[in-house]
T-cell receptor
Framework: GAVVSQHPSRVICKSGTSVKIECRSL??????MFWYRQFPKQSLMLMAT?????????EQGVEKDKFLINHASLTLSTLTVTSAHPEDSSFYIC?????????????FGPGTRLLVL | LAKTTQPISMDSYEGQEVNITCSHN???????ITWYQQFPSQGPRFIIQ???TKVTNEVASLFIPADRKSSTLSLPRVSLSDTAVYYC??????????FGTGTQLKVEL
């Protein structure tokens, strides 16, 4: 299947700092990528849809000025958590849509564990 | 978006076949059924996808009846390493995915 990578895999930062997470589709181009957040023992919650060359679409309750998304190329989307606070500590996962083989399948990255002290 | 419903948890033993059923009564005509597996602290991994009837790959089979209101993921001869959360989703049309609770499968010796 298609491969999606994320960097970093784990990050620890101080409260008030900003953290950037990268999501890359390694062997396919993705006009659409998605960002999710997952808290312990819970399911994935969609935060936003990242569209190449245009503004991201945020889910209700997700602050666009706090979670900045940039999808500058067909293989890279970035999520920046601005002025991070302890409550932003979570597992962040991205996915990218592949249309290989005539179908449509979302492939997920390995996730980024964020800990804000 | 079609909502999916699946059991919260299932227990099995090594070597057994496990069948996880998912209900999706309001599935759209152009939606596929896609199953993912997730281990702790990892992103979901694609297992299998189908539209109708039966699909089989090297790790699982997917059965979808003619009315497409449900589907069953079949894992043959599970092992301890198959302990994970399994998600069933209706996908397609560029729609965003809505994850349910998933099914926590626990495999014991």
């Amino acid at each position: 299947g298609a491969v999606v990578s994320q960097h970093p895999s784990r990050v620890i930062c101080k409260s008030g700092t900003s953290v950037k997470i990268e999501c890359r589709s390694l062997d396919f181009q993705a006009t659409t990528m998605f960002w999710y957040r997952q808290f312990p023992k819970q399911s994935l919650m969609l935060m936003a849809t990242s569209n190449e060359g245009s503004k991201a679409t945020y889910e209700q309750g997700v602050e666009k000025d706090k979670f900045l998304i940039n999808h500058a190329s067909l293989t890279l989307s970035t999520l920046t958590v601005t002025s991070a606070h302890p409550e932003d500590s979570s597992f962040y996962i991205c996915s990218a849509t592949s249309y290989a083989g005539g179908g449509e399948t979302q492939y997920f990255g390995p996730g980024t564990r964020l800990l804000v002290l | 978006l079609a909502k999916t419903t699946q059991p919260i948890s299932m227990d099995s033993y090594e070597g057994q076949e496990v069948n996880i059923t998912c209900s999706h009564n309001n599935i759209a005509t152009n939606d596929y059924i896609t199953w993912y597996q997730q281990f702790p602290s990892q992103g979901p991994r694609f297992i299998i996808q189908g539209y109708k009837t039966k699909v089989t790959n090297e790790v699982a089979s997917l059965f979808i009846p003619a009315d497409r209101k449900s589907s069953t993921l079949s894992l043959p001869r599970v092992s301890l390493s198959d302990t994970a959360v399994y998600y069933c989703l209706a996908t397609g049309g560029g729609n965003k995915l809505t994850f349910g609770t998933g099914t926590q499968l626990k495999v014991e010796l």
